[in-house]
């Protein structure tokens, strides 16, 4: 006989057994990416996190003008249509590089490039043509 989780515990409830601890799934990383803390801030990688020291180190010796981390791009706002309301499309880069010649570049490290990456790329670039966007892998 196959038992519902709740007819299980209702049926362990009446023999008067304690049922057995609800065991919780141990969170792991869909890419096996381990989240790496520095300056109080936490990287999704430790690539990232390496990166991000290489990133101060360029600064702090004047190769750079500044950097900034996670900046946010919308890719496509939000709308509504036959009374639904559609979220907005953004896109979260990994680092913006100010260089000292007055460029900017936007700075995303990858260990794998996934479909909706792919897409998200493509509509960046055609928003923002102007931005130099550099994968890193």
């Known amino acids: 006989m196959n038992?519902?989780?709740?007819e299980y515990q209702d049926f362990l409830k009446r023999k008067g057994v304690e049922p057995p601890p609800k065991r919780k799934r141990p969170k792991y990383n869909k890419y096996s990416n381990k989240k790496t803390t520095i300056d109080g801030i936490t990287f999704d990688s430790k690539k990232e996190a390496h990166y991000y020291l290489d990133l101060k180190r360029l600064k702090a010796a004047g190769e750079i003008k500044d950097f900034g981390i996670q900046?946010?791009?919308?890719?496509?706002?939000k709308f509504t249509k036959n009374g639904k309301t559609y979220k907005p499309i953004n896109y979260y880069a990994d680092f913006?590089?100010?260089?000292?010649?007055?460029?900017?570049?936007?700075?995303?490290?990858?260990?794998a490039e996934t479909e909706v990456f792919r897409i998200k790329k493509k509509m960046f670039e055609y928003k923002y043509q102007d931005l130099e966007l550099r994968i890193i892998k």
Request: hydrophobic share 25%.
């Open 3 to 6: 038992w519902s989780e709740e």
């Open 71 to 77: 900046p946010k791009y919308e890719l496509q706002p």
């Open 96 to 111: 913006i590089v100010d260089h000292n010649d007055g460029t900017t570049e936007i700075i995303d490290i990858k260990g």
